[in-house]
């Protein structure tokens, strides 16, 4: 590993990608110690290419500039479909806290056929639906290189994973963190993401300078995952927890308003990897003993995801 926050893992991915076979194992078991430990890992040198990532927080910097009402325009309407814009406090990710102080922007890669949703792309800024669409598909290759390593952690084929995502049922969110008034105090346990644990398989999630997301120990306590350049955080969703039969965890997280960074623009970019939606999340066979037999019921990609959007948004 190398040197890093000294609680958070941090995971060099290059010998995963270069090396030889003991290198790549090497690579997984780390990857496998995280994701049991914490659900949560700092990724370096993972071959997201630095050009497409500055392009990318640029033009989602360029759209959340745009007037609300533009914005407005290409608003989220359903989870059938989960693309759009999502105003402030539109999504509460902690059903038991008021809406988050947050704005986001939700696409995805789009399926064949006439019925298929598409991305609701705004007139402005210019070459913003270009840019994204090139940043898509460079973490499209980032997730499907992290879950190769995933399937090797857990004595799989190096496809395992990768052949249940081959659809792309992924969504890509740009997260705009308004800076808050002077005097604000936030109230009722306001925050600008309440605590929650992600809904798929696992997260790319891109972070600029400002910091704010915090993750829960073990013990409890909530620690803050300071930004460090050159990683992307991964972390394990609720799809994940449950297929590897709790061997990998879906830790809560959250985005706090922290009084050094509240009058500040904080943006992030998050890669939600989602299986098919007809792939059956059941308990993999070197996850479960006699002693540790399934925990669940095997059930639907889809189902779960339409189940949590619900939950999110409200019916």
Known sequence: MLEGTPEIPVIDFAPFLEGTASSRQAVATEMRQASREWGFFYLANCGMPEKQLAEAFAASKAFFSLPVEAKN???????????????????????????????????????????????????GPPDFEAVMTRFLDECIATADRVLEGFALALD?????????????????????????????????????????????????????????????????????????????VVNTGDLMHRWTNHVFSSTPHRVNVAPEHRHRDRYSIAFFCHPNKEAEIACIDTCATAETPPIYEPISAGQHLQEKLTSTYGA
């Open 73 to 123: 325009r290409v608003a989220w309407q359903n989870a059938e479909s989960n693309r759009g814009y999502v105003g402030i406090k539109r999504e509460r990710l902690d059903p038991a806290r008021p809406g988050d102080l947050k704005e986001a922007f939700n696409l995805a890669p789009e399926q064949p056929g006439p019925g298929a949703h598409r991305n609701r792309w705004p007139a």
């Open 156 to 232: 799989q084929p190096a496809d395992f994973f990768v052949g249940a995502h081959d659809q792309h049922h992924h969504t890509l969110r740009l997260l705009h963190y308004p800076p808050l008034p002077e005097g604000f105090e936030p109230h009722d346990g306001e925050s600008r993401a309440g605590a929650h644990t992600d809904y798929g398989s696992i997260t790319l999630l891109f972070q600029d300078s400002v910091g704010g997301l915090e993750v829960c120990t073990r013990s409890g306590e909530w620690i803050r995952a300071t930004p460090m350049p050159g990683t992307v």
